[in-house]
Nanobody, 125 residues
């Protein structure tokens, strides 16, 4: 089992930066995991922002590529989302998610991830 707790959200002006963190706690011992960031704006479906394989290979959605960076710290079991040059359309609740296995799926949807955090709000004005 995996528990995910996000932090780092807040309000920022357009062009600014924020770094989200997700503390990953594993209760089932060993295993490999794909980790991901999703976001959901009011009235919209939850969409994938990016993923990172168990070996650290990241992948970002086209809408954030070049602005957002996904990384993780295996020592501290923390997933990060560095968000730069933020735009008002980035306003959303941001969630981290996890699924078992060393590789993330080519297409990430809400149904392909098992464990979810409670979310952290990002507002860009």
């Amino acid at each position: 089992d995996v528990q995910l707790v996000e932090s780092g959200g807040g309000s920022v002006q357009a062009g600014g930066s924020l770094r989200l963190s997700c503390q990953v706690s594993r209760y089932s011992g060993f295993g490999t995991f794909c980790l991901a960031w999703f976001r959901q704006a009011p009235g919209n479906e939850r969409e994938a922002v990016g993923t990172i394989d168990d070996d650290g290979k990241p992948s970002a959605a086209d809408s954030v590529k070049g602005r957002f960076i996904i990384s993780k710290d295996n020592v501290n079991n923390t997933l990060y989302l560095q968000m730069n040059n933020l735009k008002p359309e980035d306003t959303a609740m941001y969630y981290c998610a996890a699924r078992g296995g060393p590789r993330c799926p080519a297409i990430s949807t809400t149904t392909t991830f098992v464990w979810w955090g409670q979310g952290t709000q990002v507002t860009v004005s």
